[in-house]
Nanobody
Framework: QVRLVESGGGSVQPGGSLKLSCVTS????????IGWFRQASEERREGVAW????????SYALDVKGRFTASRDNDKTTVYLQMNSLKPEDTSIYYC?????????????????WGQGIQVTVSS
């Protein structure tokens, strides 16, 4: 059974940082990728980062590029999203998701498994 469990969310002031974790289980990393998504109230879910689990390749949405960094642990269980220089508009529920296939995509319909989501709030 595939499981994805996010942690590390919370509240932070503008300009601050948070690091989200996503513990994965139930699938082999080879040939899979992880996407980080977010969804604010009344908004559509948007992809912010991609991480290839086999080779560590990454890609980012334009509005987070240079501020967010996706990474993985060598133990092949945990992936991370380091978020720096946070802005109020980054406030959202953040999800990690897994897809079969090595190609980079931030389109949610290509993902097979989802975590439960975690709240990130950026406010002064």
């Amino acid at each position: 059974q595939v499981r994805l469990v996010e942690s590390g969310g919370g509240s932070v002031q503008p300009g601050g940082s948070l690091k989200l974790s996503c513990v994965t289980s139930g699938f082999t990393w080879d040939g899979h990728g992880i996407g980080w998504f977010r969804q604010a109230s009344e908004e559509r879910r948007e992809g912010v980062a991609w991480l290839g689990l086999s080779d560590g390749s990454t890609s980012y949405a334009l509005d987070v590029k240079g501020r967010f960094t996706a990474s993985r642990d060598n133990d092949k269980t945990t992936v991370y999203l380091q978020m720096n220089s946070l802005k109020p508009e980054d406030t959202s529920i953040y999800y990690c998701a897994a897809r079969r296939g090595a190609g980079s995509t931030l389109a949610s319909e290509w993902y097979d498994y989802w975590g439960q989501g975690i709240q990130v709030t950026v406010s002064s």
